[in-house]
């Protein structure tokens, strides 16, 4: 019997997976929440300027750095996260490690709130999918593979400005699949 599909465009899909990977990665839920968010936010800025809907804009962090563990930062302090392959701006607040917006940092109950109105009652079962998924896997092979996991099941759209903001149809069934051919 096929599984769920869910109609979503690709930025709630790649913030849910980065969250459900920083949390398996070691941070927290409200900090991986945040995160995730700010590495859809960069996704889709690139995304963006390559279509010529954003123009550029120099990186706010220095892609040199070094990551340092995140719990071991003080307040105040700005750092990036290495997630999915991206280097998201970071700050450790008296809450944990907040990605930055715009240099200030992301709430994650507005994330929350993102992602319950993108995928509505859908989301407890998208994420226990993707949890499932990221779970199958040792930390530091998920941190390796996280986007090409994310590219085998994230929702076909059309290429080009055609698909900016489009919906296309997320398998719960291809995100089980790649949990399958993880384990072997």
């Known amino acids: 019997m096929p599984g769920k599909v ?8 790649l913030t849910l997976w980065a969250a459900v990977v920083a949390e398996r990665l070691g941070f927290a839920r409200d900090e991986a929440l945040t995160l995730g968010r700010g590495l859809a936010g ?19 962090h220095d892609p040199l750095e070094e990551p340092k563990p995140p719990r071991r930062r003080p307040p105040g302090e700005e750092f990036v996260v290495d997630l ?8 450790s607040t008296e809450q944990g490690v907040r990605a930055t917006s715009k ?29 499932e998924l990221a779970g199958s896997l ?31 149809d997320l398998d719960l069934d291809k995100i089980r699949a790649g949990r399958k051919e993880q384990l072997g």
């Open 6 to 13: 869910v109609k979503v465009n690709r930025a709630p899909v």
């Open 138 to 168: 040792p930390p530091e092979r998920l941190a390796a593979w996280a986007f090409r996991l994310y590219e085998q099941f994230r929702p076909i759209i059309p290429g080009g400005k055609a698909g900016w903001g489009a919906a296309g």
């Open 42 to 60: 960069l996704d889709a800025q690139s995304k963006g300027r390559r279509l010529g809907i954003f123009e550029d804009h120099p990186e706010d």
């Open 103 to 131: 240099g200030q940092p992301v709430s994650p109950d507005s994330v929350e709130r993102y992602l319950q109105g993108k995928f509505g009652p859908d989301l407890p079962e998208v994420r226990a999918a993707m949890e």
């Open 84 to 91: 999915l392959g991206r280097e998201v701006p970071a700050l």
